[in-house]
């Protein structure tokens, strides 16, 4: 079966440090791969996709990026926080339907 | 432009009644699917039920039903015989299928449902 695995659960930064959040598929090959972030109290905002290795959309100009090195592998990161970057990060996988890892609680302080 | 309203912020039900949820889609696309999921407090997005825009019959999945009413473009969530379990963040969501064939998900902003023992 097919799942997700995302981490760390919480993280506390200052403005300032660099990010990297890592979310790994197991069960199948050559994923859809999504990252969301959701904003306190508010719905939830795509802020990239890969179809493939090496292969990043950006949906929101914005202080993160990512990149997908393995197959499995999608990784979330910013070179400098913003206190802005505040929110609950979630990784998701599509297969049928969409699958979601089980988020980071990122707190820029 | 694709787009999913959910116009109730927050609903209160008693505990072992039935609640609906809103949900209205907009789009022009023939095909489309369209999702909820449950958001409790510790932040896991838990897929609840779909129904696609060719599916004739209403979805339900044991305790949750979607009633699908294509004309007026919406997608209600019924879940009957509340719990106090059930008292989560709710999410309606729709399925884009862009030039890329990338099926991104749009989301309404949620509904808070709180079950009252």
């Known amino acids: 079966s097919q799942t997700i695995h995302q981490w760390p659960a919480t993280l506390v930064q200052p403005v300032g440090s660099p990010l990297s959040l890592e979310c790994t598929v197991e069960?199948?090959?050559?994923?859809?791969l999504y990252w969301y972030r959701q904003a306190a109290g508010r719905g939830l905002q795509l802020l990239f996709y890969?179809?493939?290795?090496?292969?990043i959309s950006s949906e929101v100009p914005q202080n993160l990026s990512a990149s997908r090195p393995q197959d499995r592998q999608f990784i979330l990161s910013s070179k400098k926080l913003l206190l802005s970057d505040s929110g609950f990060y979630l990784c998701?996988?599509?297969?049928?339907?969409?699958?979601f890892g089980s988020g980071t609680r990122l707190t820029v302080v | 432009a694709q787009k999913i309203t959910q116009t109730q912020p927050g609903m209160f039900v008693q505990e072992k009644e039935a609640v609906t949820l809103d949900c209205t889609y907009d789009t022009s696309d023939q095909s489309y699917g369209l999702f909820w999921y449950k958001q409790p407090s510790s932040g896991e997005m838990i897929f609840l039920i779909y129904?696609?825009?060719?599916d004739e019959q209403n979805a339900t999945e044991g305790r949750y039903s979607l009633n699908f009413q294509k004309a007026r473009k919406s997608a209600n969530l019924v879940i009957s015989a509340s719990q106090l379990g059930d008292s989560a963040m709710y999410f309606c969501?729709?399925?884009?299928?862009?030039?890329?064939?990338?099926?991104?998900?749009?989301w309404g902003l949620g509904t808070s449902l709180a079950v009252n023992p």
């Open positions: 969501a729709m399925r884009e299928v862009n030039a890329g064939n990338n099926r991104k998900l749009i």
């Open positions: 890969s179809v493939g290795i090496g292969q």
């Open positions: 998701a996988w599509r297969g049928w339907g969409y699958t």
């Open positions: 069960g199948t090959s050559n994923p859809n």
């Open positions: 129904q696609g825009s060719y």
